[in-house]
């Protein structure tokens, strides 16, 4: 059974920066693409970043582009989300995904495993 531990959450101010972890239990990480979803209040949970299996491909939100960086490093089980240039937008509950289909992490419907969530707040 697939594991996703969260950390890295908490309260920043405007432009500064926060880096999100994840890491993956209980299965083979490389046979995984990893995933960024996003909930603010009263909000749709969205899309937010992915990366394919290999790292060789990355998926942004148009909102983070430029500003967030996805990275799995080599021997780690584990995805790191780079969140540089926070705005008070940004606050939200961010949860990891993981599923062996790229599609699926891209679309965030019907992904096998999701993380807990990790609450960022930024203030203005």
């Known amino acids: 059974q697939v594991q996703l531990v969260e950390s890295g959450g908490g309260l920043v101010q405007a432009g500064d920066s926060l880096r999100l972890s994840c890491e993956l239990k209980?299965?083979?990480?490389?046979?995984?693409?990893m995933g960024w979803f996003r909930q603010a209040p009263g909000k749709e949970r969205e899309f937010v970043a992915a990366?394919?299996?290999?790292?060789?491909?990355?998926n942004y939100a148009d909102s983070v582009k430029g500003r967030f960086t996805l990275s799995r490093p080599d021997a780690k089980d584990t995805v790191y989300l780079q969140m540089d240039s926070l705005t008070p937008e940004d606050t939200a509950v961010y949860y990891c995904?993981?599923?062996?289909?790229?599609?699926?992490?891209?679309?965030?419907?019907?992904?096998?495993?999701w993380g807990k969530g990790a609450l960022v707040t930024v203030s203005s």
């Open positions: 995904a993981a599923d062996q289909n790229w599609y699926t992490i891209i679309s965030g419907t019907r992904v096998n495993y």
């Open positions: 990366i394919s299996r290999g790292g060789a491909t990355t």
């Open positions: 209980g299965r083979t990480f490389a046979t995984y693409a």
